[in-house]
């Protein structure tokens, strides 16, 4: 894929006799972006045929894409631009890894008008300036499997999760050997943090661990009710999309980001995306997941900068953040794309719109503060497995272990 | 053993082949995954050759494509992929020149070294002896984390340096190699030294060709080892591909969380695993008897 | 002649080479030095320390590291994991080795083709098998499970299977249960997953162990069996445990040493296939230090947990040193 990339922008360049920038771009989820990027360097190339662009090796997931950058910035070979889960930009702006992008966008003449609105550019904004330009938003939603949902009887699609229990049991009743895959296991505990902002409660508050409550408790029990209640199986993330893509599972909670994947890789079945069930009624926030795009090039030749500017603009701009729209389940973060590219887009593919619709309930998918937050991120993901395969089944204990464990781990 | 029975022949024969068939399982499912189309692979189906049948690509279609320009056989989709979505060639290169420049290199430290500690007397010999004795207690997998340190520190983390510098000294080479020398007549170097060799010249003149199937042993150990090597060069390495093995190559595959990657990744496998084992197939008495070599010790 | 000429004379005499062999070993001493011992030290003094890659500042935290690694239950499911790991390993790759050896031994013909496919799996990159095989075991679409899965439609195998021929509730078999709810997760079951990694560990080292023991085999004089056999015929396993069997006793040695070391040192299945998991069911020792020290930059937890395996390595690789002493003495 990178050849074919390579090949392309030198094709073009080869053509014209211009002096060629190189810049080195590296993004993570290669069965969700490869496709992305490659509709997208068409245009880039034709636009901008001075600019080669180099693909880095692409990164398994969010937290090996940070550990990647944290370690490239002390051996010295970080690239120019990098996607970072939105929870991970922090980090990186704290250590001085992430340069901000306000000179070049008070240069720009008409920013606002290309569709950045303040609402998107808050999620890569720390301490009132812009770090990180976002490039794909996702919120969790339900996939359903219809056929399955109604040989079992189930006509309406849950809206809360004792709801999903009861479909689980009918479910289950028919035949189905495996009715449910809740998404636990995503990258930076994007589901537990799910179920505190249904509750309205962020996971941090104050620079502490925010589970030491009522709202905590609850988000714990009602994992372990789904878990128990659907005698949830121990799937790998991967194991859990290729087994929903081929008709095993009938519904999945995960995010919209993977909406394109299973629609290329999915069985002949028919597919509904619903908003994502609330613990009692609809859920009063739920946190962005995505990634942003950062600018870390460790260089300071402004023709190279100039150049990364440029793709960083390209790919969160109209055009890219369409690609992303077309090729993936993530939403674009930009005014224009939605408005005037997008426009008919939403109704010709119905089960994308679902994670659009929830954008009014949009949060921040909190980063851990300190130097230690992929620690603490293993940790929480440790105590929500052993829920999962039945090893913890005390609520308040496991929350008590979480508090000690994770606060050892946070700055004091 | 001085009597036959074909009875117990029988029996011995199918146990044995009950075993292959158990150690050939992976290789049978490797090879026929990497031919078949991405239904064929989710729903077991197809015998091994695959059915060869016409099949879409997805991918190609979703990148806006028409349907017929995306439409081909199974083998070429897997193969073809396997080769464009990565450097795959370029993999396969690199583990071809960190290899051979690990060996060349423990060779050039090991020889002298052995030869000292074999046919030389000097002041030193027992203790650094035991020097090389303490040292084969240090795997240097055990150690990659100071190690890594230490690279990150001098810069040298992210180059082909990383890759080879750790095994540049190989104690077990200098073991394998003082073991064998110490069979050879002492004659022979005391004529090299009438002659007017220097020791030196001593070591790559006289004892090297002696000591052939000793080396060939110490390549296939070292060769082995190396190029199927994860652990280490998924360390040093972050995101240069360049300079990626082929065990890291392969890795790149498993992101695909889509069906259609199966076919791709098997390939890649299989043409990652090829080359040792046609190796192996042609040359595969000395393979043994090099093992076999340095086993005795 | 003083003292002082005369030795020197003695060492020109003893020692002529003494120029050429230091010339000769320099180098890999020196490479020793650096890339051996020196990081031994740095491991220990980091074990002491808090110390992050890419953070200024350095602070001296005692034995908390050694303490957590004796107390946390992360830890002890390490210990547990990585010699549970080498507890299977270990035996069942020694036995299959030396198992497929005297059968190969004995055999009048094809001995070299099932030398040959025995062999395969130790030349294949083991990180490529394990992404097969990881494969394979996938629990749905993996060959395993959709092979067991379709016995369950056979109806004279489900009843075989599950027992139910002579009055066992199939739901309670093994077999049974997973006709009605899915076959296991090989590598997602806490209960099955080091077992699964166990077995393509030994599934991919016993072919190395059998070329040994064939070695081994092989140089036993046929007089031994001869002059045992003299009193009476003697049967296969009688001449193994009388002849066989101490004859290969330096062979064992090595074998289950290497093989043990080997085994300590897993990581490119578990990386790959479980990470740890599940619940740290597979969080073998080098697992825990590229976690640790690598992915979650914590270098002083992961330099305590380097020293304590290099502990182990060294008491067994010794163990094994004197133990061969002991045979040598004794034979």
Redesign the interface.
């Known amino acids: 894929m990178r050849k074919i990339l390579s090949a392309i922008t030198i094709a073009v360049c080869a053509s014209t006799p211009v002096h060629a920038v190189d810049i080195e771009v590296g993004y993570p989820y290669s069965h969700l972006f490869n496709v992305t990027f490659e509709k997208m360097m068409k245009d880039f190339s034709q636009q901008h045929p001075d600019i080669n662009v180099k693909f880095r090796a692409v990164y398994e997931g969010y937290e090996e894409g940070t550990n990647i950058i944290l370690r490239e910035a002390i051996s010295g070979n970080l690239p120019d631009i990098t996607m970072q889960g939105l929870n991970r930009q922090a980090i990186l702006v704290e250590k001085g890894i992430a340069r901000s992008l306000e000179p070049f966008i008070a240069k720009e003449a008409n920013f606002t008008k290309e569709g950045y609105h303040q609402a998107m550019l808050e999620l890569g904004s720390f301490n009132n300036e812009v770090y990180g330009l976002p490039f794909s938003i996702s919120l969790p939603v339900g996939y359903y499997n219809m056929d399955m949902m109604k040989k079992a009887g189930i006509e309406k699609l849950p809206e809360n999760w004792s709801e999903v229990i009861a479909a689980c049991q009918k479910l289950r009743a028919n035949g189905v050997k495996n009715p449910v895959f809740w998404g636990w296991n995503i990258t930076g505990n994007w589901f537990m943090q799910s179920l505190l902002w249904t509750q309205d409660t962020p996971i941090i508050k104050d620079g502490k661990f925010n589970i030491d409550n009522q709202e905590g408790l609850i988000a714990l029990n009602t994992m372990k009710d789904i878990f128990r209640g659907c005698e949830m199986k121990n799937l790998a993330w991967k194991e859990a999309l290729s087994s929903f893509a081929a008709g095993e599972v009938a519904m999945m909670y995960w995010s919209t980001s993977a909406l394109g994947s299973v629609e290329r890789a999915k069985g002949d079945f028919e597919m509904k995306t619903h908003e994502f069930p609330g613990i009692n009624g609809k859920p009063k926030g739920l946190p962005a997941g995505g990634n942003a795009a950062l600018l870390v090039s460790s260089s300071n030749d402004p023709e190279r900068l100039q150049a990364a500017w440029t793709f960083l603009k390209f790919i969160t701009s109209g055009v890219g953040a369409a690609a992303v729209a077309e090729t993936t389940g993530y939403m674009p973060p930009n005014k224009a794309a939605n408005e005037i590219i997008l426009r008919d887009f939403y109704t010709q593919n119905p089960n994308k719109e679902t994670a659009v619709r929830q954008l009014p309930l949009l949060r921040e998918w909190m980063a851990y503060p300190g130097d230690k937050g992929l620690a603490v991120t293993q940790v929480i993901y440790d105590g929500m497995e052993r829920i999962v395969v039945d090893e913890q089944n005390d609520m308040k204990a496991l929350q008590k272990e979480l508090i000690e464990e994770v606060g050892e781990l946070l700055p004091q | 053993?001085?009597h036959?029975s074909p009875i117990a022949?029988t029996c011995?024969?199918l146990?044995?082949i009950i075993?292959?068939l158990?150690?050939?399982?992976?290789?049978y499912?490797?090879v026929s995954?990497s031919l078949k189309s991405?239904k064929e692979?989710?729903?077991?189906t197809g015998g091994f050759w695959g059915a060869q049948a016409p099949m879409v690509n997805?991918?190609c279609v979703?990148?806006?494509n028409p349907v017929d320009q995306c439409t081909t056989t199974p083998i070429v989709f897997n193969y073809t992929s396997a080769f464009?979505?990565?450097?795959l060639l370029r993999y396969l290169l690199n583990g071809v020149i960190v290899t051979l420049s690990i060996f060349i290199i423990q060779v050039i430290?090991?020889m002298?070294?052995a030869?000292?500690?074999s046919k030389?007397?000097?002041?030193?010999?027992e203790a650094?002896f035991n020097?090389?004795l303490f040292?084969?207690?240090?795997?240097?997998?055990?150690?990659?984390?100071?190690?890594?340190?230490?690279l990150?520190k001098a810069?040298l983390?992210?180059t082909y340096a990383a890759l080879v510098?750790?095994w540049?000294?190989s104690?077990f080479g200098?073991f394998l190699m003082r073991q064998f020398f110490k069979t050879v007549p002492d004659d022979l170097i005391d004529a090299a030294r009438l002659d007017g060799m220097?020791?030196?010249s001593i070591?790559w003149r006289v004892m090297l060709p002696t000591a052939v199937p000793a080396l060939i042993a110490f390549a296939i150990f070292s060769v082995?080892a190396h190029?199927?090597d994860?652990?280490w060069p998924?360390?040093v390495i972050?995101?240069?591909?360049n300079l990626?093995t082929?065990?890291l190559g392969?890795?790149?595959f498993?992101?695909?969380?889509?069906?259609?990657?199966?076919g791709p990744?098997?390939a890649t496998?299989t043409v990652?695993?090829i080359p040792?084992?046609v190796a192996?197939?042609i040359a595969?008495k000395k393979?043994?008897g090099g093992?076999?070599l340095t086993?005795?010790k | 002649m003083s003292y002082r000429v005369r030795s020197v004379f003695k060492q020109t005499v003893d020692y002529p080479h003494q120029g050429a062999a230091v010339f000769m070993v320099f180098p890999a001493i020196t490479l020793m030095i650096i890339i051996l011992l020196i990081p031994v030290l740095v491991a220990l003094v980091f074990s002491f320390s808090s110390y992050s890659l890419g953070s200024n500042h350095f602070e001296w935290v005692g034995l908390d590291n050694y303490q957590r690694l004796f107390s946390r239950s992360n830890y002890q499911k390490m210990f547990s994991a990585t010699f549970t790991y080498v507890a299977i390993v270990v035996p069942f790759s020694v036995v299959l080795g030396l198992g497929a050896a005297l059968l190969i031994h004995s055999l009048r013909f094809a001995q070299d083709f099932y030398k040959t496919i025995y062999f395969l799996p130790v030349m294949a990159s083991l990180l490529a098998m394990a992404i097969v095989w990881e494969f394979t075991l996938h629990p749905t679409i993996g060959l395993i499970n959709d092979t067991l899965a379709s016995g369950c439609d056979i109806s004279w195998l489900y009843h075989l299977l599950t027992g139910s021929w002579y009055g066992v509730d199939p739901t309670n078999s093994w077999y049974g249960n997973g006709c009605m709810r899915g076959f296991p997760l090989w590598l997602g079951n806490k209960n099955y997953a080091l077992w699964t990694v166990a077995f393509i560990s030994i599934w991919q080292a016993f072919g190395f162990n059998m070329v040994l023991y064939l070695a081994g085999l092989s140089s036993i004089s046929r007089d031994l069996y001869n002059a045992a056999d003299m009193d009476g015929a003697l049967s296969s396993w009688s001449s193994f445990w009388l002849v066989t069997w101490p004859m290969l006793g330096p062979t064992t040695v090595f074998v289950v040493t290497i093989t043990m070391i080997r085994s300590f040192q897993v990581f490119d299945t578990i990386e790959v296939l479980t990470k740890g998991g599940p619940v740290k069911s597979t969080y073998v020792m080098m697992y825990a230090i590229y976690e640790k020290a690598i992915q979650q930059n914590l270098v002083g937890m992961g330099s305590a947990i380097t020293i304590l395996f290099l502990a182990f390595v060294m008491v067994l690789t010794i163990v094994q040193r004197w133990l061969v002493e002991r045979k040598v003495h004794y034979s």
């Open positions: 053993m001085s036959y022949e011995k024969h146990i044995l075993g292959a158990i150690v050939f399982l992976p290789f499912v490797m995954y991405p692979i989710e729903t077991n997805q991918y979703k990148l806006g464009n979505k990565a450097p430290i090991s002298p070294a030869y000292a500690l030389l007397r000097w002041r030193g010999r650094v020097l090389i040292s084969l207690l240090i795997p240097v997998h055990a150690i990659a984390l100071p190690l890594y340190l230490m990150s810069g983390v992210n510098i750790p540049t000294i104690v200098i220097s020791e030196f070591v082995v190029w199927n994860y652990f998924r360390i972050t995101g240069n591909q990626f082929p065990p392969l890795r790149e498993r992101g695909g969380a889509d069906g259609s990657d199966w990744m098997m496998a990652i695993v040792l084992i192996f197939l595969q393979f043994i093992i076999t086993g005795m």
